[in-house]
């Protein structure tokens, strides 16, 4: 049998930004966007930072999520999505945290994965289809709102990597 050579990539995070995660999602934030004026000029008004993505028939659901770190350098052994919705994570706690994501496609290019770093105070919004971790918190117990799909059909595939390819997350932390 070929022994398939092993394949190593090491994931650097880069700084999380509106243009650099377009391809993935949206990334909700105040810093630096748009706003207008509402409730007799007492509040700003971000308007549609991101946009929710639903099947016919499905509802869009909030939730919170209590997530603890993982040990890091991190081995990447799998990448899910979600094709029926969006998903999206905002900090509760103003706590930075960690975004791996993979382009759409019917499995995650190894070679097409990025990782980000996001402030606590930047939420993001995976558009339906895309690949990525599951939450990848950098603070015990932290926690996140989180906006996605609830309806009938799966809405979760997972893939896992061969053995062979290690995907390292080694963030400087
Ligand atoms: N499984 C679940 O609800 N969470 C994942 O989708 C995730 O992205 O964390
Ligand atoms: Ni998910």
New binding site residues.
């Given amino acids: 049998m070929e022994k398939v050579p092993a394949t190593e990539l090491i994931l650097k995070p880069e700084l999380l930004t509106k243009e650099a995660f377009a391809p993935f999602g949206d990334v909700i934030e105040a810093q630096d966007r748009e706003y207008f004026m509402i409730n007799n000029g007492s509040t700003r008004r971000y308007h549609k930072l991101a946009t929710t993505q639903v099947d016919d028939g499905s509802s869009v659901i909030i ?1 919170i ?1 209590q ?1 603890t770190p993982l040990l890091y350098p991190l081995n990447i052994k799998m990448l ?1 999505r ?1 094709p029926k919705g969006s ?1 999206a ?1 905002m900090p509760l706690l103003g706590n930075d945290y960690l975004v791996v994501v993979a382009p759409l496609g019917n499995e995650p290019d190894p070679d097409s994965i990025r990782a980000f770093y996001a402030k606590g105070s930047q939420g993001v919004n ?1 558009h339906r289809g895309v690949w ?4 990848l918190a950098l603070t015990p117990n932290d926690q996140f709102l ?1 906006v ?1 799909r609830e309806g009938v059909g799966n809405n ?1 595939d997972e893939f896992f990597f061969l053995e062979q390819t290690h995907v390292i997350l080694a963030p400087n932390l």
């Fill in positions: 939730n999520f997530a899910e979600h998903q994570f995976y990525h971790h599951p939450v989180v996605d979760c």
